[in-house]
């Protein structure tokens, strides 16, 4: 079974980890809606801030491994940009390998 080799674009995954802890620290943040957030959770801000670091490491992993498993979901559908030429290409190219998967792309 062939199975096409790919790079992830780390930087790309970086950026959109970089991201959503900005937007989940702002969202979560005395601006917005955290005292309405532990109101509705049954949680005290002593509790919250006891808690914080460990939420925020599981958080951070599971944003990783969330931008990793997109980027290679993205490969797989063949969403990862370019023109058609380049499409056109890609798929002639599997289609010369025996056993290539390219009646899926």
Known sequence: MYM???SINGYAVLT???VKMLIG???YSPLLFVKRCLAIVGVSEAQMQANLA?????????TIVTGFAMAGAVFYVGA???SRRARARRVARLRRRPGSR???L
């Open 25 to 27: 620290t702002l969202w």
């Open 80 to 82: 990862q940009g370019g």
């Open 102 to 104: 390219s009646d899926y």
């Open 54 to 62: 460990r939420c925020i490491i599981v958080d951070l992993a599971g």
């Open 16 to 18: 959109g980890v970089v």
């Open 4 to 6: 096409p080799e790919f």
